[in-house]
């Protein structure tokens, strides 16, 4: 468990079914996160801003791979 395999699972959980990025802020959401892993504390989880970076960047970088390869 580490607050950058939870960010990543978030991330992919938003984008592959089609979720709402505002989900990483709900409560509920949160509070599913924190039953997994009882020790969690609030800067271990992801917030809504966390998972739209991490998107961000993931595409960004996606891109130059795509470019180089093309190259």
């Known amino acids: 468990f580490s607050r950058d395999s939870v960010l ?3 991330a992919e959980f938003v984008v ?5 990025l505002a989900l990483a802020n709900k409560t509920t959401f949160r509070n ?6 009882p020790a969690a504390t609030i800067a271990d989880l992801p917030s809504t801003h966390d998972v739209t970076t991490y998107i961000h960047n993931s595409f960004i970088k996606l891109i130059k ?4 390869e093309m190259q």
Do not use: E, G
């Open 32 to 37: 599913c996160l924190v039953a997994m892993r």
């Open 8 to 10: 990543r699972a978030v």
């Open 16 to 20: 592959c079914d089609d979720q709402s």
């Open 65 to 68: 791979d795509i470019k180089a």
